[in-house]
């Protein structure tokens, strides 16, 4: 019975040990590689959590092989991997670390500062000596353990946006891989081939699809530098060196670079299977990437964190026009998506509602937050003969006439920037309740222009620099607004809340 993804890996890399697993820059791991400093590394966490099981171990490094490796040993000691970003505040660090409490920190000492004082022990693998060579008797043990293990035990924790200033973990598990996994190699033929172009940072559930292909498949790895997205045409170039055959990136930095007309300058055909996920992808910059790929497969995707890595599709197989967005299709095997209208009934052809979703393809919720859970976690309104949970996404959408799922907005002031699910009110509640710069303030999303907008009351003055400056300090890069709008007094509507929509609508109308 197939219950756990690491024990699959385990079964399955003997067929290709020799095979390059994972290209770091000059690095090159094996799958035997791979897999000895793997195990070896988690005979140390059993160790050292005193043969507990399922309790989280966060991951404090840049993207690169050791963390490839932390997150497999994680997962050959029977405990859930939860990737951080090292890029991320102090204060943030600290409110991820307070919420989910994992037991260790794996990280280098090069980070030993901006972990110091968090009450967290630190692993650093600076202080390891990983063997490169199989040890049948620490393999056992492994396993032994492993068998334990059931197929809805946690595989990762993603931290997402949260409203209070402290972001949500969301808890996957192995099944709900297993089911992606599944869908994907029935419907995109994946046979072990694939060398990945791997571009998302460690802390995106696309990494982690990514390290099932290779789990699973035997597919390789190449790990992009995250700073290859700020030069496209390097970024292509590094592409191109290592014959990547496969792509799963954000639209963004595919629309930088139909912007600069890359692809007509630089050969890239090596590129056979295109998805893309995370935000809209523009329909005229689409089109180009397929006018210049034409042999290539394109895939929009599309799913909240909540929904292990997407729950819709659309095989993108033919040139639309520029004005008409992309649909984001129909859902994926073992997944049902539902369009309920505002009295939770199914939706019409054409009629807006929330989507929402069930199936296996659900998150667990979010670790030690059980009140957050309860509230996007609920009953099937359509269901009232057993308990069945569906998960409301927040985001709106419609059948059109081909069955196809049209995406059409968000139902609250949830956004996807950069490929990062943000909520706007943790944003205005850090500016407003935290750093207390501002009394009042309101963000919105300008969609045209992809830009988070902070219109602000200032009775103080302060310039839209300083409150940058200190924003930057609590939250990361992407999520501190890029535009800023002062006024006197913010508008209010009836019940005398600031009117968010009149300030969306003046910000989207510019």
């Known amino acids: 019975m197939i219950k756990n993804l690491i024990m699959e890996f385990d079964r399955r890399y003997e067929a290709y040990a020799d095979k390059v697993a994972v290209v770091d820059q000059d690095k090159k791991n094996t799958f035997r590689q791979l897999a000895a400093k793997s195990m070896h590394f988690a005979e140390l966490l059993v160790e050292k959590l005193q043969g507990k099981r399922n309790i989280p171990v966060a991951v404090f490094l840049p993207k690169c092989e050791m963390a490839v490796v932390a997150d497999m040993a994680i997962a050959y000691s029977g405990n859930p991997f939860m990737n951080l970003d090292i890029k991320l505040p102090r204060t943030r660090i600290h409110n991820i670390l307070l919420r989910v409490q994992p037991a260790f920190i794996v990280s280098r000492k090069a980070y ?10 630190v692993i650093y693998v600076d202080d390891l000596e990983l063997s490169e060579q199989f040890s049948s008797s620490v393999h056992a043990q492994l396993m032994q353990r492993l068998e334990k293990q059931i197929d809805t035990d946690p595989f990762c924790i993603i931290n997402t946006s949260g409203s209070t200033g402290t972001p949500k973990g969301v808890i996957l598990n192995h099944r709900s891989f297993f089911d992606f996994y599944n869908w994907a190699i029935e419907t995109f033929h994946f046979n072990g081939n694939e060398v990945i172009g791997s571009l998302s940072p460690i802390v995106f559930d ?18 992009l530098d995250a700073n290859l997205a700020i030069f496209p045409a390097r970024l292509l170039q590094t592409v191109a060196a290592n014959q990547v055959n496969f792509i ?11 912007n600069m007309d890359l692809l007509a300058k630089m050969d890239v055909s090596c590129l ?24 290539a497969t394109f895939a929009n995707l599309y799913g909240p964190i909540e929904i292990t890595l997407d729950c819709s599709y659309y095989i993108a197989d033919h040139e639309l026009p520029d004005d008409q967005p992309l649909p984001i299709g129909k ?7 539902l369009l309920l209208n505002d009295d939770d009934q199914l939706c019409v052809e054409g009629e807006v509602g929330e989507i929402c979703v069930r199936g296996t393809s ?31 996404t927040g985001d709106l959408g419609y059948l059109n006439a081909s069955g196809d799922i049209m995406f059409k907005g968000r139902k609250d002031n949830l956004i996807k920037h950069m ?3 943000i909520e706007l009110g943790e944003i205005e509640h850090i500016a407003v309740n935290t750093l207390k710069i501002v009394p009042n303030c309101c963000v919105v999303y300008n969609y045209k222009q992809k830009a988070i907008t902070m219109i602000y009351e200032n009775p103080e003055h302060i310039s839209s620099i300083e409150i940058k400056k200190a ?26 809340k600031i009117d968010r929509l009149k300030l969306s609508q003046m910000v989207n109308e510019k």
């Open 419 to 421: 490929g990062y699910r």
């Open 362 to 392: 659900l998150a667990m919720g979010y670790y030690n937050n059980p009140e957050k859970t309860a509230a996007a976690f609920v009953q099937n309104p359509l269901n009232h003969s057993y308990p069945e949970l569906i998960y409301r």
């Open 112 to 121: 030993a500062s901006a972990l110091a004082g968090l009450d967290v022990p």
């Open 471 to 496: 924003m930057a300090t609590q939250m990361p890069r992407y999520m501190v607004p890029t535009d800023f709008l002062e006024m006197e007094l913010l508008p209010r509507n009836t019940n005398g």
């Open 331 to 337: 859902p994926c095997n073992n997944t049902e998506i």
């Open 248 to 258: 799963f990136w954000v639209p963004t930095i595919m629309v930088n670079i139909a």
């Open 272 to 295: 056979q299977t295109i998805w893309f996920a995370g935000e809209v992808f523009p329909t005229k910059q689409f089109n180009y990437w397929r006018r210049n790929l034409p042999e």
């Open 206 to 223: 696309i990494f982690d699809f990514e390290l099932c292909l290779l789990l699973l498949s035997g597919s390789q790895m190449v790990l």
